[in-house]
């Protein structure tokens, strides 16, 4: 069974960084999409980016709300996903879930993820 367990979340003003990490274990095999959601209370958990690992490339995707201020990347031996965060915007505001899937990275949505972690809180002030 995959568990997944986020960290790093906080507080911070609106133009900083943070680095959020994702801890997998349980994983049978290389074949897995990672991805990374947000969710404000009242809105449907959305869609940050992903990276499959089994792609030599590991190129991630990111939805264009963050791409070019979110960089996903993986320490393959730790097991751990991370997520730098810059250029921070109060609407980045929310809790952060990494989750996980077998067998290719679908289209970003939550209902196409099976496994999922707890969440990490993530607050920009402006």
């Known amino acids: 069974q995959v568990q997944l367990m986020e960290s790093g979340g906080g507080s911070v003003q609106a133009g900083g960084s943070l680095r959020l990490s994702c801890a997998g274990s349980?994983?049978?095999?290389?074949?897995?999409?990672l991805a990374w959601f947000r969710q404000v209370p009242g809105k449907e958990r959305e869609g940050v980016g992903s990276?499959?690992?089994?792609?030599?490339?590991?190129?991630?995707f990111y939805e264009s709300s963050v791409k070019g201020r979110f960089t996903i990347s993986r320490d393959k031996d730790k097991n751990i996903m991370y997520l730098t965060m810059d250029n921070l915007k109060t609407e980045d505001t929310g809790m952060y879930y990494c989750a996980a899937r077998r067998f290719g990275c679908p289209y970003l949505s939550s209902t196409f993820f099976s496994f999922w972690g707890q969440g990490t809180q993530v607050t920009v002030s402006s």
């Open positions: 990276i499959y690992i089994v792609n030599i490339r590991n190129d991630p």
């Open positions: 349980g994983f049978r095999d290389n074949d897995y999409c």
